[in-house]
């Protein structure tokens, strides 16, 4: 059974930094696409970063240079760290595992967990 488990959300001020975790069980996450993506009240779910197997990232274009998305396989762990948080990246971040098609910050991973909130105040 498909599991993930997000953890590390929380409120930080303008220009903060973050680590999101997110621990996979019942396949081994090296082999797949893993992700986030994140929701905002009353916005629409966009994909956030991603990572294939061979460890080739993408990312959605106003976190690019700020959010680093990572893996340690051996712990079947996915990571992501956000700097320079700014009051536009608040919302309810998702880990995600897809096991087939294009790999990319997609907002709509077959798998996905609950969620960690972020908050971020100006």
């Known amino acids: 059974q498909v599991q993930l488990v997000e953890s590390g959300g929380g409120s930080v001020q303008e220009g903060g930094s973050l680590r999101l975790s997110c621990v996979a069980s019942?396949?081994?996450?090296?082999?797949?696409?893993m992700g986030w993506f994140r929701q905002a009240p009353g916005k629409e779910r966009e994909g956030v970063a991603a990572?294939?197997?061979?460890?080739?990232?993408s990312y959605l274009d106003p976190v690019k240079d700020r959010f680093i998305i990572s893996k340690d396989n051996a712990k079947n762990t996915l990571y992501l760290q956000m700097n320079s948080l700014q009051p536009e990246d608040a919302a309810m971040y998702y880990c995600?595992?897809?096991?087939?098609?294009?790999?990319?910050?997609?907002?709509?991973?077959?798998?996905g967990g609950q969620g960690t909130e972020v908050t971020v105040s100006s």
């Open positions: 995600g595992a897809e096991f087939v098609g294009f790999c990319y910050a997609r907002p709509d991973f077959t798998y």
């Open positions: 019942g396949f081994t996450s090296s082999d797949y696409c």
């Open positions: 990572i294939d197997s061979r460890g080739r990232t």
